[in-house]
T-cell receptor
């Protein structure tokens, strides 16, 4: 069953612009995680935000969590061509981690 | 150099054959996982293991089997019972179950 769903499915921006991706989920969670995947590679963990946290920063990444709306957003500031990848949210659902279908981000130089 | 490795990177299988995908980690993590990823899709959990000699089915375990005889190793066997095995397979590990996961580079399996 699909727990996290990302929006938009695809996003194209110019270098230097900000990129915002959203994730919505259905049931209550303990934590929400964001991962990045370059084409044909494994996933890389970006950030984990717990249900009692509202915002978290890591370098150029900013993640927010709104448990009342069951949604999270990932903001990448001052994007670079190297940020081109797919980004997935994952929510823990008691006995598993459920991944969304991802947002494909293309950053043009 | 700590990390998680998967082999082979590419694997071709004839219909009716069983194949085993390797996953090794030297991160001293207790939990390990196998996921399947189809084109344009998210990851689906096949099996996971919280500790040595214990493993649990995920959402799509049918046609797959695993073992966890050593902490470092969590091999996945794709059996002939798996109807559509062509996919990208990802192994992961974590310190705490379902917390931050570290992924291997993946194995792309193609059935000929």
């Amino acid at each position: 069953s699909q727990q996290g769903e990302e929006d938009p499915q695809a996003l194209s921006i110019q270098e230097g612009e900000n990129a915002t991706m959203n994730c919505s989920y259905k049931t209550s969670i303990n934590n929400l995680q964001w991962y990045r995947q370059n084409s044909g590679r494994g996933l890389v963990h970006l950030i984990l935000i717990r249900s009692n946290e509202r915002e978290k920063h890591s370098g150029r990444l900013r993640v927010t969590l709104d448990t009342s709306k069951k949604s999270s957003s990932l903001l990448i500031t001052a994007s670079r061509a190297a940020d081109t990848a797919s980004y997935f949210c994952a929510t823990d659902n008691t006995d598993k981690l459920i991944f969304g279908t991802g947002t494909r981000l293309q950053v043009f130089p | 150099d700590g990390g998680i490795t998967q082999s082979p990177k590419y694997l071709f299988r004839k219909e009716g054959q069983n194949v085993t995908l390797s996953c090794e980690q030297n991160l001293n993590h207790d939990a390990m996982y196998w996921y399947r990823q189809d084109p344009g899709q998210g990851l689906r959990l096949i099996y996971y293991s919280q500790i040595v000699n214990d493993f649990q089915k995920g959402d799509i375990a049918e046609g797959y089997s695993v073992s966890r005889e050593k902490k470092e190793s969590f091999p996945l066997t794709v059996t002939s019972a798996q109807k559509n095995p062509t996919a990208f397979y990802l192994c992961a590990s974590s310190i705490i179950i379902f917390d931050e996961q570290f992924f291997g580079p993946g194995t792309r399996l193609t059935v000929l």
